[in-house]
């Protein structure tokens, strides 16, 4: 049996769509699965699209319009929006009650003017002047007719009277409002006032004219404004649109707002795409913005910019902008929530800092590698800490630090990390390179044990926090600042084992729980090599002089893209570019955790460590870290000593002051052999010999023995020594 065949009429779209309305005409260009059907013949489909004889083809079309209000659409925006009219009322309370003398004066003004027209009106009914005309007239007649005499007579008879009746009942009146004067004068202040304003008011919208305006017209000045057609023609002043070339406005290519321009928050907001016809795309209106800012009368750093993907209903040529009123990235820091956190597990998303809207920026860590970048002074490594710093609050994440600098900043963690190498002299390189290859160790045997274990508990062959917890396979965090220090103290051979080490452990580390956490000053090919940091997966960078740095943090590439570091200026402390992915990006004002809090943090992961039994390595056997956690006080000298010491038994006198000035500049920038001698002394050490014998040279020093003698009994036994 033939299945019958539907017979179907394949309509002109565009001819079809031109004779729509103009509200017809705000649909969706692809038909939905109520206006097609499908009809098989010969088993091919023929497609059936808005029948001509189907009256409500027109209206089964859903349009792409949002059915809220742009403001609306989700509790931050309407938040946003309820904060936006409070400092505008707050904003017309301030410009109002600093007038309110001037307007008070002003009221005086408007109330004795029409206090003069009030008077005016009515003295021509006081004086009985419709009287008085008539009479007047009567008598300006030359000759009068007897009639007219009578008339007359009795007209000014009546204009008497009248007069000196409305004569009684002004002064009656005067009288009385003498009276009541006398008695508001006796009367109450506050009486007084309310009788005041309850008689200047009206008398004052008496006197008021048509130009009269009592208030003063206050408009909120707007530091920035945006329109649809400056938003045209700046994208045409940066060659992203057709110029007129002698043809109307009107017929020049245009972008399409699917929202905006609005207020937005401190700023306007805008969604657009590009016309077809111009093979212009959004990357292209990205790698314009400091032109687009210059046309908009902005700093570009004011401009933030990014593509509208598919997932968001975007597309290749749909660009989202928001131009602040002024820079975003300016004002007090914000306290990091780390900052009075218990605990934090590693596994969850970092708290990092807000973008220029005060959207919240979460990076996850686990899996993937980090690298900072950009000039000295702007906040890399407080930034950098930021994430080095969650893992503290995670008992079950074991931190390997190196600090090429050798000064304060990494300090604290000697209460914590199970490795901790500070500068870039011989010994301290030797152990960075020791500290790799027991990292390397660790990986390939957690690789072993990973392998072995049965998918029901392993099943992507990476850890878990279950596995973590079974095991005892605490999360490696390996935190290396200022890298450029160890690259460049390096003899040409252990520099390329240092860097094959540390790009294995980046690249293949993730999976078995390493975290890297990687700083330089100076990325460039010689500081910080390409293989090093390409195959790192999040980046940030803090100011840099110029695109090329920019792009040698970030990746090649992405300053054209929009993910440039060169626009931030000097005042940018703490601000930077984050990239997340190949086209993610974000500028970031990062979270504040300054070194007393960072100190604070460290102790607070060394208890947690102690409660769960993790503490181990340098932090578990560091006689310093012990007395600041049982609360003896050491001397400071003998602290820092201990410090510059950490990787030698014994130093030289030079090499050590060399290190104390590293540490603390200030306070030990003038020390000589002699001051050191007698502080140490003072401090309760013990020489066994002013002499020390290192790498086969004799020369004046310390062992380090001598200084841990220094420590109470109870510390160094709880230290392990």
Partial sequence: MTEP???????????????????????????????????????????????????????????????????????????????????????????????????????????????????????????????????????????????????????????????????????????????????????????????????????????????????????????????????????????????????????????????????????????????????????????????????????????????????????????????????????????????????????????????????????????????????????????????TAAGLLDAYVRHYVADGKGGADWMPMKAVAHRLVMGAEDDAIDALKAMLAELLAEMERRFALLRDLPTSVCPEGKLTPEIVARYNLPVIFVTIDELQEYFTAMEREDREQVINDLCRIARRGPAAGFISNFASQRPDADSVPTKLREIITIRYSTQVVDRASSDMVLGKGKAAQGADASVLSEEHKGVGVLVTGPASYVTVRADYLDGTSFAALCRKGRTLREQAGQLTGDAAGDVTAAADAAGVAVPPIVSDVLEVMRHSPRMFTTDLLAGLVNIDEDTYGDFNAEQLAAALESAGVKRTSKQVKISGSNGAGYQRRDIEAAVPAEILLSAGR
């Fill in 5 to 387: 065949v539907i017979e179907a009429t394949v309509v002109d779209l565009d001819e079809h769509r031109a004779a729509r309305t103009e509200t017809a005409a705000l649909v969706l260009d692809k038909p939905s699965p109520v206006e097609s059907t499908v009809a098989e013949e010969d088993g091919a489909g023929v497609d059936v699209v808005d029948l001509p004889g189907n009256p409500l083809a027109d209206w089964l079309i859903v349009p792409d319009m949002p059915v809220l209000p742009v403001w609306a659409r989700s509790p931050k925006s309407i938040l946003d929006n309820v904060t936006a009219l409070g400092r505008l009322i707050w904003w017309h309370t301030r410009y109002h009650s600093v007038r309110t003398p001037k307007y008070l004066f002003k009221t005086v003004l408007l109330a004795a003017r029409g206090f003069y027209r009030a008077v005016k009106g009515l003295w021509p009914t006081l004086s009985a002047q419709e009287q008085s005309a008539t009479v007047k007239a009567l008598r300006a007649q030359s000759k009068l007719r007897p009639e007219d005499i009578e008339l007359a007579a009795r007209h000014q008879a009546a204009y008497a009277e009248r007069t000196r009746s409305r004569k009684w009942r002004f002064g009656l009146a005067a009288t009385g409002v003498a009276a009541a004067a006398t008695g508001i004068m006796l009367a109450d202040p506050l009486l007084q006032a309310a009788i005041a304003g309850a008689v200047t008011i009206p008398l004052a919208h008496l006197g008021r004219g048509e130009e009269t305006r009592l208030l003063d017209h206050a408009a909120p000045p707007i530091r920035v404004d945006m329109s649809a057609q400056q938003l045209n023609d700046a994208l045409r002043a940066a060659g992203l649109l057709k110029s007129g070339g002698g043809k109307d406005e009107k017929d020049l290519p245009r972008v399409s707002c699917t929202m905006g321009p609005v207020r937005d928050g401190r700023g306007w907001s805008v969604i657009f795409d590009m016309p077809r016809g111009g093979g212009k795309t959004a990357s292209d209106v990205l790698a314009k913005r400091e032109v687009i800012a210059q046309e908009l009368g902005v700093d570009e750093i004011q401009v933030i910019m990014s593509r509208v993907r598919a997932v968001n209903g975007g597309n290749a040529g749909r660009v989202s902008m928001w131009v602040s009123d002024d820079d975003p990235y300016l004002g007090t820091p914000n306290p990091s929530p780390l900052e009075k956190a218990d605990t934090f597990s590693i596994w969850e998303p970092v708290p990092f800092g807000q973008d220029a809207r005060g959207t919240r920026i979460n990076v996850p860590v686990m899996w993937q590698s980090m690298f900072f970048g950009g000039l000295p002074r702007r906040g890399k490594t407080f930034t950098q800490r930021l994430l």
